[in-house]
């Protein structure tokens, strides 16, 4: 509950300072919810005596600069792998920043919870773009973590690098990247190490074994791989599976002959794959490279064309004409119609919820401001749990409706009414002594939270 206090965006923040103080983790795990929260609270949490609270303002997406670069030199590696493990959340950071962090993670006292190796991997999990970073770091220690990656064109420095032991261990990456996969690498059951494995210069027995093998996951991961012998590429381009077929219609070393046969192929998502091997001009190209500074008018052609993909790529380019908005929102193909939902603020509300309806990109149109608010209380008996929940962004919702809802079968739907401020007043608080839905409850505007922390928190002067 409260947790679900410190987000509720009715509630004043120096009424949660107040509650900080003694309950400060439940606090600040809410307060880090918020979408906005003062730089003066940050600071407060950023200086906490439990680390627990600084990891949580550490994880807080729009962290002031400052107090993110002071944290990543907390005395607690907890808070530190906080600052740095956050992928897609928070802007990057400065590469002096990282430079300095990379160095500290190696220079902080020996911890039983982290070794360097696994704070490291937290580093690079946020963004994978640091380990260039680290190839370049003045640390040898540093640059010894990066060497494992030295397959990488970008990283192949590190084979010459001053240090012979990060020499060595770079050779080493390489030459086990480099070496032919044999049947005995592969392992006998799917896990990390099998797409690992298909990912490799393969032997012509191992490729040979994968494409006979039945193992349809494994043949359709492995078709693009560049070392397949030419005979067997002719093979699984007649294979049974279209997915295969599919696979290897995306290759680029293929024969005029193959073209020409996955061009006629019965299914259409394969003739929409090679069909950009026999149908691509240079122009075309540069707008599959994502130039943005293409003509209006070579991009209307794109949307215009036979070619699915071509139109996948108008949909989402900044260059498509308006006038062929609504064309493409009522295009055959599904893809088609996702990426001009995604990509053009133009598109029509109608066209993101019939995208969500389909199931695609769901997370992702919601958070788009033209995705409809009104017209969604119909929604209330759909199978579908996630239709379920677009009822309480409708305003016109019937209270009792959304009351009805937190007693869903589904626990998302439940969780989503009782946040609603249409819920009935009595039902949200009546919510607050439900375990499941407390802290749902204490979030909702709506809730009277004065009286809720006289009656639970004892603090009357509110």
């Not at 940050?42 to 002071?70: C, K």
């Not at 193992?215 to 070392?227: E, G, H, K, S």
Request: negative net charge.
């Amino acid at each position: 509950m409260l947790r679900g206090l410190a987000e509720n965006p009715a509630v004043p923040v120096d009424v949660l300072m107040e509650l900080l103080r003694e309950w400060p983790e439940p606090v600040a795990a809410g307060l880090v919810a918020r979408a906005d929260l003062p730089s003066a609270v940050q600071e407060q949490l950023a200086g906490h005596g439990s680390w627990r609270v600084r990891v949580a303002v550490a994880r807080y997406p729009r962290l002031d600069p400052v107090l993110r670069d002071r944290l990543l030199g907390d005395p607690d590696r907890r808070v530190r792998a906080g600052v740095f493990g956050t992928r897609d959340q928070q802007p990057p950071l400065p590469e002096e920043t990282l430079t300095r962090a990379m160095t500290g993670v190696l220079d902080q006292p020996d911890d039983p919870l982290f070794t360097p190796e696994e704070l490291f991997g937290e580093l690079l999990w946020a963004d994978w773009n640091r380990v260039f970073l680290a190839g370049r770091h003045p640390d040898p220690r540093v640059r010894k973590f990066a060497a494992v990656h030295a397959w990488h064109d970008d990283l192949r420095q590190l084979l010459t690098d001053p240090d012979y032991r990060v020499a060595e261990i770079a050779a080493a990456s390489v030459a086990e990247h480099e070496r032919i996969m044999q049947p005995a690498d592969l392992p006998r059951h799917h896990c990390h190490a099998t797409w690992n494995v298909l990912q490799r210069p393969l032997s012509p027995a191992l490729a040979q074994q994968i494409a006979a093998s039945g193992d349809l996951v494994a043949v359709r991961y492995f078709t693009r791989n560049a070392t397949i012998p030419p005979h067997l590429v002719d093979a699984l381009s007649r294979h049974a599976d279209a997915e295969v077929r599919a696979g290897v219609a995306a290759r680029t070393d293929l024969t005029a002959e193959q073209v020409a046969a996955l061009a006629a192929d019965p299914d259409d998502d394969v003739r929409t794959v090679i069909s950009t091997h026999a149908y691509l001009t240079e122009n075309e190209q540069a707008i599959l490279a994502g130039r943005a500074d293409l003509d209006p008018y070579l991009v209307r052609s794109w949307a215009q064309s036979a070619n699915p993909r071509l139109r996948r790529r108008a949909a989402e380019h900044p260059a498509l004409p308006t006038e062929m908005i609504p064309i493409l929102a009522a295009d055959p193909d599904a893809a088609v119609r996702a990426n001009l939902a995604l990509h053009q603020p133009a598109a029509p509300g109608e066209l993101l919820l019939s995208c969500y309806l389909d199931g695609r990109h769901r997370s992702r149109l919601l958070a788009l401001p033209q995705f409809p608010h009104t017209g969604l209380a119909h929604f209330a008996d759909h199978p579908d749990h996630l239709m379920r929940c677009l009822v309480a962004r409708d305003p016109g919702t019937d209270p009792t409706v959304i009351d009805n809802l937190t007693r869903d079968p589904d626990s998302s739907v439940r969780r989503t009414m009782a946040r609603c401020p249409r819920l009935p007043a009595g039902r949200v608080t009546a919510l607050l002594d439900d375990p499941e839905l407390a802290e749902h409850a204490a979030a909702n505007p709506a809730l009277d939270w004065r009286s809720v922390l006289a009656a639970y928190g004892g603090i009357s002067q509110w």
